[in-house]
């Protein structure tokens, strides 16, 4: 694990929450419409989340996680409280609906949410992310920067910040066992690992 790190991904709230609780370990991601590319990329294997209320919308959120919803109220546009950090075990792009449909529930997003993600902009795949999270016991704060907004994956923060204080939010044991299911239930038909 790297020592501090500035990199930081945009997520809905409640998936800070969730990684947090050790309830997700799963991101199924499309990309932003100003994305660099046009599309989502795993552009760091270590990153903080940042959690955000843009497009949170509990509709577009699987019935499980609605009862976290109740913890991601209103944002204080003025500072962002950063607490779960994240390092990617593994990468696969979905390139069937299928495929997507046999994650579900493993992921936070609810079928019709996850299947339009998969149709946007007429390129049929999303990438699906499995994160081992850490988390702080105590956010810290950053100052909410103009920079920081748009409809955009990655951002790189203003400072590092230092990960020494970090806690699984898993046993290793657990972790091994989300691992297992996710590769089972994946398989290999209409999926690339990446």
């Not at 947090?20 to 799963?26: D, H, I, N, T, W």
């Not at 081992?132 to 920081?148: K, Q, T």
């Not at 907004?149 to 590092?160: D, I, N, R, T």
Request: charge should be negative.
């Amino acid at each position: 694990m790297e020592t501090s790190n500035r990199s930081a991904l945009k997520e809905w709230s409640v998936v800070d929450e969730a990684l947090a609780a050790g309830r997700l370990s799963l991101l199924v991601r499309k990309g932003g419409i100003h994305e660099k590319t046009g599309e989502f990329g795993v552009d760091h294997r270590e990153f903080w989340i940042f959690p955000t209320g843009w497009h949170q919308n509990p509709a577009d959120l699987a019935e499980e996680f609605h009862p976290l919803l109740s913890g991601t109220g209103p944002e204080s546009r003025d500072r962002i409280p950063f607490r779960v950090y994240c390092v990617v075990e593994d990468v696969w792009r979905i390139a069937t609906p299928e495929a997507l449909d046999r994650i579900q529930g493993l992921h936070p997003l609810a079928p019709p949410a996850a299947h339009a993600r998969f149709a946007y902009r007429g390129k049929p795949f999303v990438h699906a992310m499995l994160v081992r999270a850490y988390r702080l016991s105590e956010p810290v704060a950053l100052p909410d920067l103009n920079r920081y907004e748009g409809c955009v994956s990655w951002v790189e923060l203003e400072q590092a910040l230092p990960t020494h204080e970090l806690l699984p939010v898993m046993a290793d044991s657990a972790f091994d066992a989300v691992r297992r299911e996710i590769e089972a239930r994946l398989g290999t038909d209409g999926v690339v690992r990446l």
